[in-house]
Nanobody, 117 residues
Framework: QVQLVESGRGLVQAGGSLRLSCAAS????????MGWYRQAPGKQREWVAH???????NYADSVKGRFTLSRDNAKNTVYLQMNSLKPEDTAVYYC???????????WGQGTQVTVSS
């Protein structure tokens, strides 16, 4: 059983910063990518960013230059540093990992990020 525990939810003003973290535990033999998705009210879940086991990162255009992803492989933990937050960043953020030869998806429970204008 794989568990993802997220932390760092919060309410911040526009222009502020917040850091999310996600720790994976359980029967994990090989985590390929770790990343984040988000879902705003009334919208579909969208990909935000991911980081590979080798440390390569990719970001959605909407967050590029403002969000930074890092990963601690020893702790199976991924961090999302969010700077220059905008009201449109308001969403529930979901941690995602892809595991094994078939990139099996696991999801966190979601953590609320609210950015006020």
């Amino acid at each position: 059983q794989v568990q993802l525990v997220e932390s760092g939810r919060g309410l911040v003003q526009a222009g502020g910063s917040l850091r999310l973290s996600c720790a994976a535990s359980g029967s994990i033999f090989s985590i390929n990518t770790m990343g984040w998705y988000r879902q705003a009210p009334g919208k579909q879940r969208e990909w935000v960013a991911h980081i590979t086991s080798g440390g390569s990162t990719n970001y959605a255009d909407s967050v590029k230059g403002r969000f930074t992803l890092s990963r601690d492989n020893a702790k199976n933990t991924v961090y999302l540093q969010m700077n220059s937050l905008k009201p449109e960043d308001t969403a529930v953020y979901y941690c995602n990992i892809k595991v094994g030869d078939y990139d099996v998806d696991y999801w966190g429970q979601g953590t609320q990020v609210t950015v006020s204008s």
